[in-house]
């Protein structure tokens, strides 16, 4: 069913739903594929796009959380590894290995003793040996142009590295093979409930001035950082205390810091640990932890005091390379939805856990982690079926991504490319391969993106807005310099057929997403201008 089809399904308010999920994010999705891959009919609905709030703009890392294992969380860092593996296993591809290196310098904290023995305890949790001591010349050949300086070491171990909003986007889409109705643009305006118990939601799909009742006597609310306006103001024990924490990242072209595992330091500043790895042929310099005072609807931006705190570390990591703000390509900001118990921590030493809230009906969860969105689906679905659980939800080994059949790769599709589609699309890459042409967007460049990946998202992605396809769908406004602009024309000439859209449309479309560019994905305004 496409989008007209399942508005005009709802709208004759004759169909019942056993759960329908508030939020189209990593959480939102892995809620809606366990749900429908277990037989229950599902609805998912989202109040912008699929992936536009944190699962867009998150690290990017598919880890076990090895800072998290030193302030002594096992129990989520045994989870993450162990779906880590799992990921890997059966999405490669999608979910990649990555090898970190992390450099020790003489005097700081943790020395190579503890952090190997925390690498010790990791190897274990996942029963796989990654972990290994690199000497000094040992770490330069690996990093090159890493600063030498009081260097005595470096610790190198593996995660893994994936495109979240792909992430989010295959799962939806296996959702929807097993049945379930997923919906971007249809915000939630209010929980319905008899004699107490929720008996529904109310929705509000931007194109209608009509709100939509929908039956389910479950709804699964995984707004993350939103999760707070569809909790019951008069359930004091069962609300959440939200602490959303902002995230900025840079992107630099890979030849400004060509590096090809992930480098991370200790910020001298805080502590914190930044991270420069590779990311889609660029490299990604992040992240920061703070708390974020803008209004959850906008755009979160990077502010002027984050891009100086991340230049100044690759600065020191990188000596040589004399990064600037001119270099820098694209940059994003996600906010993560945090439970705080309201001490006043420091944000970086918040609990990263999620955690849920049940009320007659409606489960509301916040927190966690990308990596472990099984786990806190099952948890969640489990909590709102209750006794009904054992025998509703399908058993926890069977796969979350379904294997795909045997396709031969196309002539000029290199090996990696190929790997990277076969992940990326799943089971529907013989149908992408078939929507257009096969020929990379920006050849002799780093992005491998094809044409028909385009064309394909236009068809059946749900492309509602140019943003969308740019930021989302492709990542092609975060890789190319000013946000892909030079392409514009010819994306144009692909995509606005395929789009159903008129001239008038498409200029509406364009000058909406570069004034979204230049505001929320490019530097601050005084940063930009300074040319430095």
């Known amino acids: 069913m496409n989008r007209s089809e399942i508005l005009d399904a709802l709208g004759t308010g004759s169909t019942e739903f056993d759960v329908v999920v508030v939020g189209g994010g990593i959480t939102g999705a892995g809620v809606a594929r366990e749900a429908a891959g277990s037989g229950l009919r599902t609805l998912l609905v989202e109040q912008k796009d699929f992936s536009w709030g944190t699962s867009s703009r998150s690290s990017k890392m598919v880890h076990g959380g090895l800072r998290y294992l030193g302030s002594g969380h096992y129990g989520l860092t045994r989870d993450a590894v162990r779906e880590r593996q799992r990921l890997m296993a059966e999405a490669p591809g999608l979910i990649d290995p990555l090898r970190f290196i992390m450099p020790h310098f003489k ?102 001035d009509t709100p939509i009742e929908v039956f389910a006597p479950l709804v699964i609310n995984a707004t993350g950082a939103w999760a707070d306006r569809l909790q019951s103001g008069d359930q004091s024990d069962n609300t959440m205390n939200i602490r959303p924490l902002r995230g900025s990242h840079l992107v630099l072209p890979w030849s400004c810091l060509p590096v090809s595992c992930s480098v991370s330091l200790f910020h001298p500043e805080d502590g914190r640990p930044v991270f420069a790895f590779p990311w889609l042929g660029t490299t990604v310099l992040g992240t920061t932890d703070l708390d974020h005072h803008g209004s959850l609807d906008q755009e979160p931006v990077i502010s002027e005091a984050e891009t100086s705190y991340l230049l100044e570390i690759a600065s020191r990591l990188f000596p040589g390379n004399g990064i600037s703000h001119g270099d820098i390509l694209s940059t994003w900001a996600g906010v993560r939805p945090v439970v705080t118990d309201g001490t006043g921590k420091a944000p970086s030493k918040e609990n990263r856990e999620h955690e849920l809230r049940a009320d007659r009906g409606l489960i509301s969860i916040a927190g966690g982690k990308l990596t472990t969105f099984r786990v806190i689906a099952r948890e969640a679905l489990a909590r709102g079926l209750g006794t009904r659980a054992e025998n509703l939800l399908r058993p926890g ?65 749900d492309v509602v807005h140019l943003d969308d396809l740019l930021l989302r769908r492709t990542r092609l406004g975060l890789t190319l310099p000013e946000g892909a602009r030079a392409l514009l024309p010819g994306i144009r000439q692909h995509c606005q057929p395929l789009l159903g859209w008129d001239d008038q449309r498409w200029e509406q479309e364009e000058t909406r997403y570069l004034g979204i560019y230049r505001s929320a994905y490019s530097l601050p305004a005084r940063e930009a201008s300074d040319g430095n």
């Open 107 to 208: 005097g700081q904290f943790p020395g190579p003793r503890l952090f190997q023995t925390l690498l010790r305890v990791y190897d274990f949790i996942a029963r796989n040996h990654s972990r290994h001591f690199l000497s000094p010349s040992e770490a330069m050949l690996w990093v090159p142009g890493l600063t030498a300086e009081n260097l005595s070491g470096a610790s190198g171990f593996t995660d893994a590295v994936t495109d979240d909003s792909r992430l989010v986007l295959r799962l939806i889409a296996e959702a929807r093979r097993d049945g379930a109705l997923c919906l971007n643009y249809t915000p939630a305006l209010e929980i319905k409930r008899t004699a107490g118990q929720v008996s529904g939601l109310l929705v509000q799909p931007e194109e209608s």
């Open 397 to 461: 080994a069977e796969p979350v991504f379904q294997p795909i059949g045997a396709l031969k790769r196309p002539t000029g599709v290199s090996h990696q490319t190929w790997r990277r589609l076969q992940g990326f699309h799943g089971p529907e890459l013989d149908k992408v391969i078939a929507s257009g042409p096969m020929e990379p967007v920006t050849p002799g460049s780093a992005t491998d993106l094809l044409w028909a990946e385009l064309c394909w998202a236009c068809q059946k992605e």
